[in-house]
């Protein structure tokens, strides 16, 4: 078993809880913080001298008194140095491509330092000026690194990932259907309450996904494929998005299995702090492309259905990339078995799946037409 593969032990729940209500709101700080970068990067602003204020009438000294430019610059460089330079939250989140650049540009700057800490400091007029000129000249060394070509690499880097991701949706979809004549497949989307919603943190989250997943492979030896992403959402929080491919010879009642599911996730797994959704039911009525239900491997509507459910599942979730620390997609594996049939109707062949981990309340929200 590799690591990836590896299921956490109980013990190790109070590791999970070492980052709590804290975490949720640097995570909101940190978004918003990319907005703003992002605004910048797109208007090219620089700071007026307008900002520079006398601290009196005819007085010779001056304080900095922020625009919308100085505003957003103070505010990114005091979010993004405390959280990768400072705190321990820097092992749970990673820069983006603007941020990463800011804080080059920008960390050393004894103002913004000075700032971060007290209230704008009084200082002369001429202090004044060459102050903002620093500033200037450092959003221009930040604007002339958002045009290299090492930027836009790893901007288009999630968009890689993302069609990576559905290319192995996709072959865990061809191989299941080239073993299987028929499969059941059943999406829960598994979420937190309201009130325990400020309280989980990414590793509370991949624990209790891998008790669900654990508890999902022993209670169904009819399991032969999963799926799941991780997202994060503003009114959602942390949230899995699992899509189970059972058996259609084993098993049938798709919805019963759906909410048996989501009650695991919902009362044992995260012991009352989670709650669900179960996309199998109403999935005809709901989804303009149902890939849920039953699969026949003659059904080319719902394999176009689930075509486009693998698209949704593997689409760039740039929030939860830059949010958490870990993986937001996987797919388990399969064995390779010598006895795979290559022609005629697919025939059932009885392999396991390689061990991974599960998840379970409704969620009154309507959920998104796919």
């Known amino acids: 078993m590799n690591e990836l593969e590896r299921d956490v032990p109980c013990e190790e729940i109070h590791d999970c809880e070492t980052v709590t209500s804290e975490d949720e709101s640097w995570r909101r700080d940190l978004i918003e913080t990319e907005q703003r970068l992002q605004a910048l990067a797109e208007h090219r602003a620089l700071i007026s001298e307008r900002v520079i204020q006398s601290v009196s009438f005819s007085s010779d000294h001056a304080r900095l008194k922020p625009d919308d430019t100085l505003e957003a610059v103070s505010s990114a460089y005091a979010v993004l140095r405390w959280l990768f330079k400072l705190s321990e939250y820097r092992e749970h989140y990673r820069p983006s491509p603007y941020a990463s650049r800011f804080l080059a540009a920008f960390e050393s700057s004894p103002y913004l330092r000075q700032v971060s800490l007290e209230p704008a400091p009084t200082m002369t007029r001429e202090e004044a000026r060459s102050v903002v000129a620093d500033l200037n000249q450092r959003l221009q060394a930040w604007y002339e690194s958002l045009t290299g070509p090492d930027f836009q690499y790893e901007r288009r880097k999630s ?17 299941l259907q080239a073993r299987y004549a028929r499969l059941q497949i059943v999406r829960v989307d598994c979420e937190y ?17 891998e008790r669900l997943l654990r508890r ?37 009642q798709d919805i019963q299995i ?32 149902n890939a849920l239900g039953e699969l026949n491997y003659h059904d080319t509507e719902k394999r176009q259905g689930l075509s486009h459910l693998g698209r949704y599942l593997t689409k760039v979730d740039a929030v939860a990339a830059m949010t958490t620390a870990g993986r937001t997609f996987q797919t388990s594996q399969m064995d390779k078995a010598s006895n795979t049939p290559t022609g005629g109707r697919p025939r059932q062949i009885a392999t396991p799946i390689k061990r991974r981990t599960p998840a379970s309340g409704h969620s009154p929200q309507q959920r998104p037409i796919l």
């Open 159 to 175: 968009q890689r990932n993302s069609r990576n991701n559905e290319q192995r949706f996709q072959a865990l979809v061809t191989e």
């Open 216 to 252: 999902v492979r022993n209670d169904y030896p009819s399991l032969v494929g999963y799926a799941w992403k991780l997202e994060w959402g503003q009114a959602t929080g942390l949230h899995y998005h699992l899509v189970f491919f059972f058996d259609g010879h084993q098993v049938r």
């Open 258 to 289: 759906g909410e048996r599911i989501g009650q695991l996730w919902a009362n044992d797994i995260t012991e009352g702090l989670g709650r669900y959704f179960n996309c199998n039911r109403g999935a005809a009525q709901r989804y303009h492309f």
């Open 193 to 209: 309450t309201q009130d325990s919603r400020p309280e989980i943190t990414y590793e509370l989250a991949h624990y209790h996904r």
